[in-house]
């Protein structure tokens, strides 16, 4: 079954502890051992007891001195036996539970825009939680009582067959009912709790969805709709789990009945048996002790089946996220290739995305340290597109990309965006401290190093206004600074970094003139001695570049100066002149090279 093989996966997660894991599996047979020694010891006071008549007062307390005695170390030791298994179950459920969640985050951290392209953070956070959550509950209960369950059943039966076999045989029995029933009602629940898992992730997804876009629900009078929504998927989620909720019920009610139907037929039968002469007393007795011990632990084995059968969904997305392949996977060999010159060519590149058409078709240019080059065209012409190519975002279907004249696949990820700055159209600046963002790309920049970035930035001076300077958390996103002010310290950030190749990707393209011009002076700063890629649509942005790259439908389709690509008056100088006039015709296009300044 399905959830088998995930209950399997998630104990060979604890193979870093398997010695651990293997002390208490020795635990659980002592435990068992010494849970089947007590309703024996109980069989044989009875016994002693049913005897005494014939005995002598002196040989009744001998003999019983002797069991009570064997009895309370067997309940000593049992005591012991548990408070060790708890402590070692705890304790490793604990510490394997946050060392998943840490390979989970870093892994889903790796992962390239195509996934988090598709998947909600939402859902991610979810499956994250709900799945380590999951991993720590199912370690814990089976090391603590279910391990010991196993060994019970795998040490009682055998034992009791030895005892008795006739009333072993009824025990047999109910164990076989038991995983019977259990089976059924897996095979029962199991595809329809798949479904209600996903319906609890929609859930979960649309409301990070709505939450992240409060603004825009409260702007647009959405909150009746948005409630409506999660309203519908709250609905179809009780018509999934109410079924699967009844079967259960329905395997409590059996599990019960079947239960008291064992113990009884254990009474009746042991009384024929004594009659004749095939059981005594305390063997009847002693099988009641084993009786009650079974069931309780079956009906609690049933109920971890159950828990399991609800959380095999989440555990399963936890494992479909863990087992997800980047699509930008490292080279064997892969190597570091250190701080680089920032020499970049694009060799006859080509690229598709998985579901859509070809995005690029044979884009080749050189970029030699220190050189400007900008790129300009229409939306969807490809700038961003190849820029991501770039940074590794995504590989190209066609061609290379070299940096210092190594294919960036042969490099590994970590020293690629080492050697690469980014300037963002939005900051993306981090719920945290105006240093902690700083810090992001340079966690050991000294104090003068990020004064000095900022400085250059034309951001120390906003910064020492803050109520607490450098400590001041910004809000999410940056939500408690001007669209200039967050920009300015997404040009810090990067200027502290101190990459060779930079990207700027329409970094003013949403602030107003006056902000623009303190931003533009920070770029001025930045750009100097690197080799700086410009993704404008404010064509006045790209007037210094050493060269402007003119995309359209993912070709360069012209390249050279800006005054150059003006006076051509192809494709650069309709771009131009629709900016400065709208559908008014450049008249001069030296003119129009001089107004776009």
Not at 220 to 241: C, H, M, P, Y
Not at 335 to 351: I, K
Not at 429 to 446: E, K, M, W, Y
């Amino acid at each position: 079954m399905h959830f088998v093989k995930i209950y399997i996966r998630v104990l060979t997660l604890l193979r870093p502890d398997r010695w651990v894991a293997l002390g208490l599996a020795l635990g659980a047979v002592a435990l068992a051992g010494l849970q089947f020694l007590e309703p024996v010891l109980f069989g044989k006071v009875i016994d002693l007891l049913s005897r005494s008549h014939s005995m002598t007062n002196a040989e009744v307390w001998s003999q019983a001195s002797v069991l009570l005695a064997v009895w309370a170390a067997v309940g000593l030791s049992a005591i012991g036996a548990n408070v060790a298994v708890s402590l070692l179950a705890d304790r490793m459920a604990h510490r394997n539970r946050l060392t998943m969640m840490s390979r989970y985050f870093q892994h889903v951290l790796a992962l390239p825009l195509a996934f988090h392209g598709e998947v909600q953070s939402g859902r991610l956070m979810k499956v994250m939680l709900m799945g380590t959550d999951n991993l720590f509950g199912l370690w814990l209960s089976f090391f603590r009582e279910h391990l010991t369950t196993l060994m019970a059943a795998a040490v009682l039966l055998p034992l009791t067959m030895a005892l008795n076999w006739r009333l072993g045989l009824l025990l047999i029995v109910l164990v076989v009912v038991f995983t019977a029933l259990t089976a059924l009602i897996i095979r029962k629940t199991q595809a329809a709790q798949m479904e209600v898992e996903q319906f609890h992730t929609q859930l979960a997804g649309n409301a990070q969805d709505a939450l992240a876009n409060v603004l825009v629900v409260q702007a647009f009078t959405r909150l009746n709709s948005e409630a409506k929504l999660f309203g519908d998927i709250v609905r179809q989620v009780l018509d999934r789990q109410f079924p699967v909720l009844n079967w259960w019920a329905v395997a409590s009610v059996i599990t019960r009945a079947s239960s008291t139907l064992t113990v009884l037929s254990i009474f009746l039968i042991g009384t024929l048996l004594h009659l004749g002469g095939k059981a005594t007393v305390g063997e009847i007795v002693s099988f009641m002790g084993f009786a009650t011990l079974l069931i309780a632990r079956m009906e609690s084995a049933v109920g971890f089946v159950s828990h399991m059968v609800f959380q095999a969904p989440a555990l399963a997305q936890f494992f479909q996220v863990l087992d997800t392949v980047s699509t930008v996977p490292e080279r064997p060999g892969a190597r570091d290739h250190g701080r680089t010159a920032g020499h970049v060519v694009f060799e006859d590149v080509g690229f598709a995305y998985p579901t859509s058409g070809k995005i690029l078709h044979g884009v080749s240019f050189e970029a030699t340290p220190g050189r400007t080059i900008a790129l300009v065209g229409g939306t969807g012409a490809g700038k961003t597109t190849a820029m991501s190519l770039l940074q590794r975002l995504w590989d190209p279907t066609e061609g290379r990309i070299l940096l210092d004249g190594e294919d960036l696949r042969d490099l590994t990820l970590e020293s690629l965006r080492r050697n690469i700055g980014v300037v963002f159209q939005e900051s993306m600046l981090f719920n945290r401290t105006i240093r902690d963002n700083l810090l992001v790309g340079r966690p050991d920049a000294t104090e003068a190093d990020i004064e000095r970035a900022c400085r250059m930035a034309e951001a120390h001076d906003f910064i020492t206004r803050q109520p607490k300077g450098y400590d001041t958390m910004v809000g999410e996103r940056g939500a408690t600074l001007s669209g200039g002010q967050r920009q300015r310290l997404s040009i810090a950030r990067a200027l502290l970094k101190d990459p060779p190749v930079l990207i700027l990707d329409e970094a003013t393209s949403a602030l107003d003139a006056a902000t623009e011009a303190k931003v533009q002076k920070a770029l001025k700063a930045l750009m100097e001695g690197r080799t700086t890629f410009i993704i404008a649509h404010r064509l006045s942005t790209v007037r210094d570049a050493d060269e402007i790259l003119v995309f359209d439908q993912g070709r360069i389709v012209e390249r050279g100066g800006f005054t150059g690509l003006v006076n051509a008056g192809g494709r650069f100088a309709e771009l131009v002149r629709t900016q400065l006039t709208g559908t008014t015709p450049v008249a001069a296009p030296a003119a129009a090279a001089d107004a776009a300044v």
